[in-house]
């Protein structure tokens, strides 16, 4: 098992910052992918950013240039650092991890609200 862990989320003015915070707990030593996704209301959940165990990252297009995904592997944490947040970027965000059996976890989401 895996816990996972936000916060961070917030109300932030457009143009302005926020980072996440995602601290896992548990059987850790079996993920091999972490990653933030958020789901706005009425529109499905999507993976905006990514990152295994080998550092290798990923965004999606709309966050491209403006949100980092970042771990300390010390701290058991992965951040997700967003500039520039635009109205749009107003979501629930939720934490993810993957195991190498295929297994998903998943945080219980945290608030992020940009007002224009």
């Known amino acids: 098992q895996v816990q996972l862990v936000e916060s961070g989320g917030g109300l932030v003015q457009a143009g302005g910052s926020l980072r996440l915070s995602c601290a896992a707990s548990g059987s850790i030593f079996s993920i091999n992918f972490m990653g933030w996704s958020r789901q706005a209301p009425g529109k499905q959940r999507e993976l905006v950013a990514g990152i295994t165990s080998g550092g290798a990252t990923n965004y999606a297009d709309s966050v491209k240039g403006r949100f980092t995904i970042s771990r300390d592997n010390a701290k058991n944490t992965v951040y997700l650092q967003m500039n520039n947040l635009k109205p749009e970027d107003t979501a629930v965000y939720y934490c993810?991890?993957?195991?190498?059996?295929?297994?998903?976890?998943w945080g219980q989401g945290t608030q992020v609200t940009v007002s224009s």
């Open positions: 993810e991890a993957a195991a190498r059996s295929g297994y998903h976890y």
